[in-house]
C-alpha cells in the first residue's frame, strides 16, 4: 500500500504554497495497491543492490552485473560525454510490467580513493546542501555552500530552504526523469533505488510520487524533505532504507572537523531516514570495526547481502526486520531561525 498525490499539479501547488507564502494545505492523497519488491527476501535486496552497483559502471566495464534474461532492458541517462550529474539507469522486465529507476551516489573525492570522476563536483555540492545542518559549515576554514550561516551556531532556515529549491539539485532533475516514465511506461510498476546520495534521492522520488523505494546505505533524508517543502504522505512505509552499523555515513556519524567525511570536504550531518530501515549490525554482530570504506556498495553485496545472515536465520528470517526509526533527533546543537540578520561570524 502506497498513497499518491491525486494529482502532480495539486502537489506542485501545495508545495509553492508553503515555500513562498509558508502556507500548509490540506493535501489530498490516493492509497494505491503497488506491486514492490519484496523487501523481507534476500535475494531481491541482493538483486537490486546490484542494479544499484551498475548505475556507478557502463555495461562494458567488467564490473558490470548480468542481471540475466529477466531484466533485457537497460537504458542509461546522464551518461553522455559531457554529462557532470545526475546519472544511472532505468532497468525494465521483458514485458515492461516492472521498470525500476537506479540513480547513482556519490563519486567521492576522498583524499587517496583515486580518480574522483566527472560527476564528483556536482555530487559533493548536492551532498552539503541535502545533509548538512548549515550550508557545510563545519568550521570557520570551509566555504560554506550557500550564504545562510549567522553569527555563532545560527542559521537563516529560510535562506537554507531557499538554496534547496535552486534548479542546481538533482532533485528537480529526477522528478523530470520520473515524469518521462510514467509516460514512456504507463501501465508499468515503478520502483526507485539508489545508493548513498542516490538512494536519498531516491527516497525523496518515493515521497513525491508514492513509488517503492529501496535505498542502501543512504545519509538521512528526512530533513531534506522537510527542507524542500515535500508535502508528507499518511505514510512513508514504502520507502525502505537498507544499511549497517559499521557506515558512519548511513549511521549520522560521519560529522565533525575531524571525521573522515570533513577530510574529503563532506559534510554529512543528517541522520534521521524516512520509512522503516532494514539495519544490519555489522558492528555487534559481526565484529566491523566503524569506517567510511564499508559505505561502498559492493560491501553490501559481498558482505552482506550474498550469503545468509545469522542473526536474521536465527529468527526465522531472511533479513532484519525493517522498523520506523523512532525518536531520532539531528542538528541539535543549531539555532534555526527566520529573522537572523544577514551577517556572517
Known amino acids: 500500500m502506497t498513497h499518491k498525490p491525486r494529482s502532480r499539479d ?3 501547488n501545495a508545495r509553492w504554497r508553503s515555500i513562498h507564502e509558508g502556507q500548509s494545505m490540506q493535501f489530498p492523497w490516493d492509497e494505491d495497491e503497488v506491486d514492490g519488491p519484496n523487501v523481507e527476501d534476500r535475494e531481491t535486496l541482493l538483486m537490486l543492490a546490484e542494479m544499484t552497483y551498475n548505475a556507478y559502471v557502463e555495461p562494458a566495464d567488467p564490473d558490470w552485473y548480468d542481471l540475466g534474461d529477466g531484466w533485457p532492458t537497460h537504458e542509461p ?54 545533509f548538512s545542518c548549515c550550508c557545510a559549515k563545519v568550521s570557520w576554514t570551509w566555504t560554506p555552500v550557500c550564504d545562510c550561516h549567522r553569527r555563532g551556531w545560527k542559521c537563516d532556515l529560510n535562506c537554507v530552504q531557499e538554496a534547496l529549491v535552486e534548479e542546481s539539485l538533482f532533485y528537480p532533475i529526477g522528478t523530470n526523469l520520473y515524469n518521462n516514465l510514467t509516460f514512456m511506461y504507463p501501465e508499468a510498476n515503478i520502483w526507485v533505488i539508489g545508493h548513498s546520495l542516490g538512494g536519498a534521492l531516491a527516497s525523496l522520488l518515493g515521497v513525491t510520487f508514492g513509488a517503492p523505494v529501496v535505498a542502501f546505505e543512504s545519509p538521512g533524508e528526512r530533513m531534506a524533505s522537510g527542507r524542500l517543502h515535500l508535502p508528507q ?26 571525521s573522515a567525511c570533513a577530510a574529503g570536504g563532506y559534510a554529512m550531518e543528517s541522520k534521521c531516514h524516512l520509512g522503516k530501515s532494514i539495519v544490519y549490525d555489522t558492528v555487534s554482530n559481526a565484529s566491523w570495526a566503524v569506517d567510511i570504506r564499508t559505505h561502498t556498495i559492493k560491501t553490501v553485496i559481498d558482505r552482506i547481502l550474498s550469503s545468509p545472515w545469522p542473526p536474521a536465520v536465527d529468527n526465522g528470517r531472511d533479513v532484519p526486520v525493517a522498523e520506523v526509526e523512532e525518536d531520532c533527533v539531528e542538528c541539535y546543537s543549531w539555532d534555526f531561525g527566520e529573522s537572523f540578520q544577514n551577517r556572517t561570524s
Open 10 to 12: 495539486s502537489f506542485v
Open 233 to 258: 504522505p499518511p505514510s512513508t512505509h514504502h520507502i525502505t532504507h537498507v544499511y549497517h552499523t559499521a557506515d558512519p555515513i548511513a549511521m549520522g556519524t560521519c560529522n565533525g572537523y575531524l
Open 77 to 130: 541517462f546522464g551518461w553522455e560525454p559531457d554529462a557532470d550529474g545526475f546519472r544511472g539507469y532505468v532497468f525494465a522486465t521483458s514485458d515492461n510490467s516492472t521498470v525500476v529507476l537506479s540513480i547513482k551516489g556519490t563519486t567521492a573525492s576522498f583524499p587517496g580513493w583515486g580518480a574522483s570522476g566527472p560527476t564528483a563536483k556536482k555530487d559533493k555540492l548536492n551532498d552539503n546542501l541535502l
